[in-house]
């Protein structure tokens, strides 16, 4: 650590100090000081809570936004990254950006932060950026820990980016290389598959995601998503004759599955079968009158 990342920390350190000095029960500060001792020693930021902080959150404090608004914000990477989880569930993207990012200052390979960073960059339309996380992470998986159990968050990250970029060529390479990685993984093959389509579906490239589709369908022939994944894309594409089969097939083995009723009614519709239309859209509103399901959700954004 060179003179000025040195007076970087030690700034800090000193407002921590005072504000314990002022209030001890300050969990906000002890923690963060305890963090930024950690930096200044090059030890790992990982806090190690104390009987006296674990007690604090237990006994005097209803919810996260109490803690927040009496001991004020945390400068730790993995209360920062808390924080912004809590601002994901209340949609401000925004502010969850900044606590990722801090987060990913305090701890340079937080996969999880990363990855998070990227999404939420993509989501303000800045691929670019999210690309260069993904290549950092590429270029230092070991240190990030990239392995099987994550390599499909990874992947999705990658291959939205590309999307975003309107990059399907890319994107295209991205999930090859990973599939390749794993040619024999029975486990993971269709987890890595589903993301990919997940992600070209997510951004209209239908065609690519009839391809993933496909290669899921392979090994199992009777995934009622990949399935209902195939009759979508193929509306979407204006198939709608080639939709009925897929579609139909989600129903026989999921009989309450309304999404995919209800998209075969549209393809029925669009090939001018009208009666056979007529009755899905009869069961669905049947179901729908007895408070079954809610067709009409809203799909809300597009976050890991």
């Known amino acids: 650590m060179n003179c000025k990342e040195k007076e970087n ?26 963090c930024n001792k950690n930096l200044r020693a090059g030890r790992p930021t990982a806090v190690k809570f104390s009987k006296a902080i ?5 006994n005097k404090y209803r919810d996260w936004n109490q803690v927040m608004s009496e001991n ?65 992470i590429h270029q230092k998986e070991t240190a990030f820990d990239v392995n099987r159990t994550n390599i499909n968050e990874l992947l999705f990250a990658e ?28 486990e993971l093959l269709p987890v890595l598959l589903g993301t990919a389509t997940k992600a070209y579906m997510n951004f209209g490239f239908y065609s690519n995601a009839l391809d993933s589709i496909e290669q899921e ?27 009925i089969p897929p579609l139909t097939r989600v129903v026989e083995l999921q009989s309450t599955n309304y999404t995919a009723l209800f998209n075969r009614a549209i393809a029925y519709l669009r090939c001018g079968q009208l009666d056979a239309s007529e009755k899905d ?17 809203p799909a809300g954004d597009r976050l890991p």
């Open 9 to 34: 920390w030690t700034k800090p350190c000193r407002v921590f100090e005072r504000a314990l000095e002022l209030n001890p029960d300050n969990v906000s500060a002890r923690v963060s000081l305890e």
């Open 54 to 58: 674990e007690d604090s959150f237990g």
């Open 72 to 136: 004020g914000p945390f400068d730790e990477p993995s209360f920062c990254f808390a924080q912004a989880q809590v601002f994901i569930q209340a949609r401000l993207f925004r502010q969850a950006m900044q606590q990722f990012a801090r987060v990913k200052e305090l701890d340079p390979v937080h996969l999880q932060a990363s990855l998070w960073l990227a999404q939420l960059y993509i989501l303000a339309h800045k691929p670019d950026e999210a690309l260069r996380l993904v290549q950092e």
């Open 159 to 186: 291959a939205s980016a590309y999307l975003a970029s309107k990059d399907a060529a890319a994107a295209d390479a991205a999930v090859t290389k990973t599939l390749q990685k794993f040619p024999a993984d029975k």
């Open 217 to 243: 369908l392979k090994l199992s022939p009777d995934n009622p998503l990949a399935l209902g994944n195939k009759g979508v894309s193929l509306l979407q594409l204006n198939a709608f004759e080639q939709a």
């Open 281 to 297: 859209y009869e069961t669905l509103q049947k179901n729908r009158a007895d408070g079954l399901f809610d067709l009409l959700r």
